[in-house]
């Protein structure tokens, strides 16, 4: 018998919305959302989960949802019950925080047209969005991100996931959100550190793809380490705007073993997992980021004055350049990094490296010594530092 | 800020091969297949999940598919354990087998480009596909089904799902496989029921779409219930290609409400849990499609003398078009029927109706004491032929 041969194509779309004071009721961008899918025969509900840590900032956010809601009856019902959990990786290392959401997912009757809407950091979002994307095969989910790393980043993209026996993100799907709110005045719950581990990525990007975007960071370092707010609007603005171009032009669902923006990023989920999350995501992909740029240089790529201005925007943005954690039998340590990097990917080992500030370039594998050198470097770098 | 608007499209192809004597060394379907994947730089794996009511049919398979398999090194390298399960409904109840999936995909380091084969019913296939999709964001996943049910309707599709607190599939993702191999002369362990059963779902498709499928079928009831295997070959390719085609022009993922394959099938969910399953998916959707055939014949839609040839090819092939659980309670129980088949798919009650034979047509609405009737009516049908 003859064989079948199945092809189509799904399609995908969704917003990014920038805000201030989204819950504000004068402010329409939430509502006029809800009120564009309102349609005959039945209603939607909206199940909120928010992220404890930044509740802890903004004791008044579930009365300001309920407030908001009261005044948008007409095109979604809220579930009176938020849920409030843990935000932070430990939002991801426990499974009965996924249970939690299923549970109100069923209870609440939560339907594949209705929402299920994330406030808080990249972990729970990525827990949130993975429970809504595997009940009754995928409810809309909506993300409102409250970290720069998650309004420039993570939130804007199209992954889920949570950990597994210690293996980050070892369960999830792509799923794309139904839409995403960014919300510049919730930055403000933000210390510096979190303030500052979001820039990252916009380097990160910058590195790879766009170097006048690089050169506009150099430019507006100080005022970022200072913490403007229109500055960092731009930067969250542009950094979002990047990422949604690569998902689009590229492969949205990662069927192939490249991952560009990935960049810096298989040391820096080795050293996240080597100081047991003491380090923000961020601060370990400054820390990669310096580690491959270094790395770059020593293959003959990257030329070594533009390392010198990499690592000083670094520098200046406020990260350090280097983690005690990064020599500790470090060719042992890095090495397994590389393993679970290329294994959680699958199929051949492929890392993004720098040719030139703006433009990056794929190579399948790296040598452990030049790798053990880049971190002497680095080390050499940080010693100087503190003796300076 | 403006707001960014992201909008792209997920391509996915897969092959449905038909093939008799899979493992058979001479037998170079999947071999092939195998082959085709073969990239410089990383070897594949293939993690085996097999149905232990299937393996009790052929307790020779594991030893086959490792001689197959010892030939395919150069392509693939089998993981030598190989995992059994319980099939059936169990298997999707039982969140312990989801993760013993999970583990072995862990242990064994499968990755993204490394596949997942799940050997058996429709319900383990379902398991190993749900298992499979959320693993590492999603590995390869291929579907060797065993059943008439699975080879025909939901092993080629795009579908997976876990039962959760007692609700059918509400864990699940829509997945496309990377193949399916469906395999002929694994349907000689089926008994009379299940070999049956797989065959309303080509009545249903017949019905809804394509009147000659229909007319064909009921030409070869007598065929079919005498288990003539050509005659079997020709109903799962014809079925299968149908359910190929729906998927491709339709709504893949289902984002819409309506799911016109669903026909016959919120009663026959309904009816499988009353039951305690003790019926076959099968069984339980020729009484489906029984009862919306002549609740189609009571709105006016469906003409009688169609609807008797409708009840006739369904009693020919052996099937009951009644069961008494269908009239305990059958206003409370068939009403949350209804209800929580509107909650699985989300959105505005859509419920497939016969328009004719060979043509199906949407309604939003079902009127509780027309389906009070239309179940008085095959109960006295069936009484008619208890008496005679």
Known sequence: MQTLQQSFQVPYTYSIFFTKGLFSLKNTVLSSFFRSFVEAGFQRKALFVIDGGFLAHYPSLPQSIISYFSGVEDAVKLVPDILVLPGGEEAKNDPALFDKIVEAIDEHGIDRHSFVVGIGGGAILDLVGYAAAVSHRGVKHIRIPTTVLSQNDSGVGV????????????????????????????????????WRSGIAEAIKVALIKDKAFFEWIEANAEALA????????????????????????????????SRPLDFGHWAAHKLEYLTDFQIRHGEAVAIGIALDSVYSVKVGKLSDDELQRILAVIQKLGFDLYH???????????????????????????IML?????????VHEMDADLIAEAVDYLEGHFSSLLMS
């Open 159 to 194: 992954k889920n996931g949570i950990n597994y026996r210690g293996k980050k993100n070892f369960l999830g799907t792509f799923a794309p959100p139904i839409a995403v709110f960014n919300d510049l005045s919730f930055l403000q719950s933000l210390d510096d550190r979190d």
């Open 324 to 350: 005690p954690k990064l020599a500790e039998n470090d060719k042992i340590n890095l090495r397994n990094g590389l393993r679970e990097f290329r294994e959680h990917l699958g199929g051949r080992l492929t």
């Open 354 to 362: 720098l040719d030139r500030i703006g433009k990056g370039v794929e």
């Open 226 to 257: 200072q913490r403007s707010e229109d500055v960092m609007a731009y930067l969250i603005h542009r950094c979002a705007e990047m990422h949604v171009e690569h998902i689009r032009s590229g492969d949205p669902f990662e069927f192939g073993s």
